[in-house]
């Protein structure tokens, strides 16, 4: 009974409402090549991933639509001629049944993804104190951590915008993404768990003035776990820059 989709665009398209034709899953047929829209088929906590593509001078934000209001983060995609950019994030919505998502760009090209599933079944009990978020920068940063200090959506738990760090309230398999903006220098940051570094990654704004790197990872946490992104070198970019989290099993 799980929802879940996979669709990517097999072409370049243009237009307020990315239609990815390329459908690779789609288990309730709730995800429409035709609208672009996908339409919760039940209520619950659904998570959604983007990766935007351009190619040429070309630059553009992109951000996901929810029809409930969820206000979502803006995430800029910047290429120079002969060059490819691309920028990927993740967001969650509790929706009901009949709500839909859809991503907006005034423009995508090959290999441009959006996809989602069902986390959870609604619940007001689950919402409260669900450990999930997403949250973004509204000022360059070069501390450790990084505070990613605004919020998306009413409900969100586990992240501090005092402290830039999640604390796990439970043992747990988690999902993290965080994505980097730098502006004319290179960037690297890492994801720390206690303090301990996990890996790294790098932006490299030099050659097109922005640049966004984005990573994934999962990580098995126990009680009181403490997950955060920190600067080795440069200065982390805003307001794209942003960091996202969510439980997917309990343990």
Same mark, same amino acid.
């Given at each position: 009974?799980?929802?879940?989709? =996979?669709?990517?665009?097999?072409?370049?398209?243009?237009?307020?409402?990315?239609?990815?034709?390329?459908?690779?899953?789609?288990?309730?047929?709730? @995800? =429409?090549?035709?609208?672009?829209?996908? $339409?919760?088929?039940?209520?619950?906590? @659904?998570?959604?991933?983007?990766?935007?593509?351009?190619?040429?001078?070309?630059?553009?934000? !992109?951000?996901? $639509?929810? /029809?409930?209001?969820?206000?979502?983060?803006?995430? #800029?995609?910047?290429?120079?001629?002969?060059?490819?950019? =691309?920028?990927? @994030?993740? /967001?969650?919505? #509790?929706?009901?049944?009949?709500?839909?998502?859809?991503?907006?760009?005034?423009?995508? !090209?090959?290999?441009?993804?959006?996809?989602? #599933?069902?986390?959870?079944?609604?619940?007001?009990?689950?919402?409260?104190?669900?450990?999930?978020?997403?949250?973004?920068?509204?000022?360059?940063?070069?501390?450790?951590?990084?505070?990613?200090?605004?919020?998306?959506?009413?409900?969100?738990?586990?992240?501090? $915008?005092?402290?830039?760090?999640?604390?796990?309230?439970?043992?747990?398999?988690?999902?993290?993404? @965080?994505?980097?903006?730098?502006?004319?220098?290179?960037?690297?940051?890492?994801?720390?768990?206690?303090?301990?570094?996990?890996?790294?990654?790098?932006?490299?704004?030099?050659?097109?003035?922005?640049?966004?790197?984005?990573?994934?990872?999962?990580?098995?946490?126990?009680?009181?776990?403490?997950?955060?992104?920190?600067?080795?070198?440069?200065?982390?970019?805003?307001?794209?820059?942003?960091?996202?989290?969510?439980?997917?099993?309990?343990?």
């Amino acid at each position: 009974d799980d929802t879940a989709f =996979s669709a990517s665009l097999s072409r370049e398209v243009n237009g307020s409402t990315i239609v990815f034709n390329n459908e690779t899953l789609d288990t309730d047929s709730a @995800y =429409s090549t035709s609208t672009g829209r996908f $339409v919760a088929p039940r209520s619950g906590l @659904y998570v959604f991933m983007m990766s935007a593509t351009t190619d040429g001078s070309s630059d553009f934000y !992109t951000k996901f $639509v929810f /029809s409930n209001g969820n206000s979502q983060q803006k995430v #800029w995609v910047d290429s120079e001629n002969g060059l490819y950019d =691309s920028s990927s @994030y993740m /967001s969650f919505g #509790w929706l009901n049944a009949g709500d839909y998502v859809y991503v907006d760009a005034k423009t995508m !090209t090959t290999n441009s993804m959006f996809a989602g #599933w069902q986390l959870v079944v609604n619940s007001n009990a689950i919402k409260s104190n669900y450990p999930v978020f997403l949250a973004h920068l509204s000022s360059r940063s070069s501390k450790t951590p990084v505070i990613f200090d605004k919020t998306h959506s009413s409900y969100h738990h586990g992240y501090s $915008v005092k402290t830039g760090a999640f604390t796990a309230d439970r043992d747990g398999v988690y999902l993290f993404l @965080y994505n980097i903006e730098a502006l004319n220098e290179i960037v690297r940051t890492t994801l720390r768990v206690n303090g301990i570094e996990k890996f790294e990654t790098r932006s490299d704004g030099r050659h097109s003035d922005y640049d966004d790197t984005s990573a994934v990872t999962v990580l098995e946490l126990s009680v009181n776990d403490q997950v955060s992104v920190g600067v080795k070198d440069g200065t982390v970019d805003n307001p794209e820059s942003l960091f996202f989290g969510v439980l997917l099993i309990e343990m």
